[in-house]
Structures are given as C-alpha cells and as structure tokens.
C-alpha cells in the first residue's frame, strides 16, 4: 500500500516572501500520479498542482511548482510571493492509476499561515 | 467548470439514526468517492465508485453502505449514526482513463451526531 507523509503539520510566511512545503512517499509503482491540493478555510478543496511520475520537468503553475525528486520519492511544493489568500490546509497525494482503481491516497496535511 | 454539490453544509443526527449524505456531480464523472476528514488525519477514503451500480471499499467502509442509481448521484449512508461518525465528509468526482485523473470536491458536509 501506498503511504504519503508530510512531515510539517504547520507553517507561516510572511506575504510576499517564499515558502516549501515537503511530502515524501512509498511505493513500488513506477507510473503514477502527485498532486497537491489546497483546502482554504471553510472553503471547497482544489486542485494546485499535478506532476506525471513520468515526467521529468516539474510542474508550475504560475506562483506554485514542485521539486519532484523519482529516486527519493519526494515531492515538495514551492509558493512563492506568498499571498494572504494562500492561508489553507494544503494536501499531498498519490495515485496509482489502474483498471478500476482511482483513488487518492493523500498525506495529513500541511497547515499554512501567510502572516501580513 | 466542474460542479459537485453536496445537500447539507451542515447536519445534526441523533445516536441510532439512519443518515443519507448526498452527493451530485454535473460533469458526466464515471468515478465519484466519499472521503471522511478529521484534524490530524487527513482525508480516508470510504467508498468509492466507478461506474453506475458499482462500489468498492475503501480505507474505512465499517459502519456506511453507499448508493450508485445514477451515474450523476451518489449516496453515503450511515445505517446507524454512532458518535464517532461525527466528522465532516467530502464528496468527489473525477473522469476516469480518459481524463487527467484530478479529483473534483464538493464543499463538505459537516455531521455531528449526538
């Protein structure tokens, strides 16, 4: 089974400034699907960001991109110019895509405070 | 864009009783998932389902069924609320295969069973 850890149950920056948060994950897959999704306080959950296993480019998508790192199975996610609406639970996961199976399995989260 | 819809924000249930959390999607998902959220441990899959009339367990089915009449609905249901079901539970759908496998969240119901 697949586990995803994100070891930084909370973080503040300041606005503007820049932050990272890290998730790492086990698995024996060698295709499969990282995402990061952001949860803003009692708001809907959204997907920030996506990278293909089989990628080797990080993924950016404007102020948020990724560190995906195969071989130490890790996947970090960079914000930078850090904006008060960037305040939320953020949430790594994993998918292994297969014939029936789409399920996320997904970290406990990272709780980010941007401080004004 | 994407809708899911879920029919509560908010719901409050007695000990024993039987709960229906609802769940629609408009975009022609074949994949639609209940996930149950709580601090400290993020979201657990419940059930999931990837086609009409189909489901599978997921990481913590003890205690819901589900329902999948249409391929838009899909129902959790919790036989007999129990307290420790107080929790917020989010609904999900994505395309399948032929899409980018993005998992598309509803805005949560928050239950408290008492």
């Known amino acids: 089974a697949q586990t995803v850890t994100q070891s930084q149950p909370e973080m503040s920056v300041q606005e503007a400034e820049t932050v990272t948060l890290s998730c790492t994950y086990d698995?024996?897959?060698?295709?499969?699907?990282l995402f990061w999704y952001k949860q803003p306080p009692s708001r809907q959950m959204i997907l920030v960001i996506r990278?293909?296993?089989?990628?080797?480019q990080n993924a950016t998508e404007n102020r948020f991109s990724v560190n995906f790192q195969k071989a130490a199975k890790s996947f970090s996610l960079k914000i930078s110019d850090s904006q008060l609406g960037d305040t939320a639970m953020y949430f790594c996961a994993f998918m292994k895509p297969g014939a029936g199976s789409y399920q996320l399995t997904f970290g406990k989260g990272t709780k980010l405070s941007v401080i004004p | 864009d994407v809708k899911v819809t879920q029919s509560s924000r908010y719901l409050v249930k007695r000990t024993g009783e039987k709960v229906f959390l609802e769940c629609v999607q408009d975009m022609d998902h074949e994949n639609m998932f209940w996930y149950r959220q709580d601090p400290g441990l993020g979201l657990r899959l419940i059930y999931f389902?990837?086609?009409?009339?189909?489901?599978e367990k997921g990481d913590i089915p003890e205690g819901y069924s589900v329902s999948r009449e249409k391929k838009e609905r899909f129902s959790l249901i919790l036989e007999s609320a129990s307290t420790n079901q107080t929790s917020m539970y989010l609904c999900?759908?994505?395309?399948?295969?032929?899409?980018?496998?993005?998992?598309?969240f509803g805005p949560g119901t928050r239950l408290t069973v008492t």
């Open positions: 999900a759908s994505s395309l399948g295969p032929m899409g980018s496998y993005e998992q598309y």
């Open positions: 990278q293909e296993a089989y990628k080797q």
């Open positions: 698995t024996s897959e060698n295709n499969y699907y």
């Open positions: 389902s990837y086609d009409v009339k189909m489901k």
